[in-house]
């Protein structure tokens, strides 16, 4: 995903129309740059996970154009929730809250244990 659709995404999510987007833009790469790091180790671990080569270093994110390498949990509802939630607290701190709040529950999913039965001949 691009930084714009993960920006799209965000301002949907803050009940905004598109004349609303010039009003969070000037926030948005930087907000979303601080995001990025913030997630960086956790979307390596997901990537090694998966059998993929980790980033070498976290993205830096200058056109709403770019591309944003991260796995799709992270570009789909992670990150928007996350951009909404430190975005949103200047118009209404209470709902800002519960879009921080959602954003680290969904980060805390991403390396959930599963268990399964082994026999004893599998050890």
């Known amino acids: 995903?691009?930084?714009?659709?993960?920006?799209?995404t965000a301002v949907t999510l803050m009940f905004g129309e598109k004349a609303d987007e010039q009003d969070y833009e000037p926030f948005w790469l930087n907000t979303l740059n601080w995001i990025l790091a913030e997630n960086f180790k956790t979307n390596n671990a997901l990537r090694m996970l998966r059998g993929k080569e980790p980033l070498?270093?976290?993205p830096l994110i200058?056109?709403?154009?770019a591309d944003v390498?991260?796995?799709?949990?992270?570009?789909?509802?992670?990150?928007?929730?996350?951009c909404a939630g430190y975005i949103y607290?200047?118009?209404?701190?209470g709902v800002g809250a519960n879009y921080?709040?959602?954003?680290?529950?969904?980060r805390n999913q991403i390396l959930?244990?599963?268990?399964?039965?082994i026999e004893s001949g599998d050890i």
Do not use: L
């Open 1 to 8: 995903m691009t930084a714009r659709q993960i920006f799209e």
């Open 56 to 58: 070498a270093e976290v």
């Open 62 to 65: 200058s056109d709403m154009d």
């Open 69 to 82: 390498e991260f796995e799709d949990e992270f570009t789909r509802y992670i990150f928007p929730m996350g």
């Open 89 to 93: 607290t200047d118009d209404d701190k």
């Open 100 to 106: 921080k709040d959602k954003y680290e529950f969904e």
């Open 112 to 117: 959930m244990a599963d268990y399964e039965d």
